[in-house]
């Protein structure tokens, strides 16, 4: 069955850097676009980035554009979100999804599976 599964959230501190990873099985991972988004309590789904199945387009959004980077190793069936110039706004739990396509969106209805998350907080 597909599997998605986050690591690489903590505690950073306003400035500081994390790297979270989800690692997909159970299905092709290269034939599908992959996005990450994050979850505040009491507020709504927030699409962060997602990229195509084979890395070769990108969306980020503009509340973490120039500080976060997506990426995949489809050998590996791994998708990646580099944090940096983290702000206490970022604070989040942060989840994976599958997409149905090849392409990334951010429509909820394209997107057929989703991780647990890894929350990230950022506080000093």
């Known amino acids: 069955q597909v599997q998605l599964v986050e690591s690489g959230g903590g505690l950073a501190q306003p400035g500081g850097s994390l790297r979270l990873s989800c690692a997909a099985s159970g299905f092709t991972f290269s034939n599908y676009a992959m996005s990450w988004a994050r979850q505040i309590p009491g507020k709504g789904l927030e699409w962060v980035s997602g990229?195509?199945?084979?890395?070769?387009?990108?969306y980020t959004a503009n509340s973490v554009k120039g500080r976060f980077t997506i990426s995949r190793d489809n050998a590996k069936n791994t998708l990646y979100l580099q944090m940096n110039s983290l702000k206490p706004e970022d604070t989040a739990r942060y989840v994976c999804?599958?997409?149905?396509?090849?392409?990334?969106?951010?429509?909820?209805?394209?997107?057929?599976?989703w991780g647990q998350g890894t929350q990230v907080t950022v506080s000093s």
């Open positions: 990229i195509y199945s084979n890395g070769s387009d990108t």
């Open positions: 999804a599958k997409s149905r396509l090849s392409i990334a969106t951010i429509m909820v209805r394209d997107y057929d599976y």
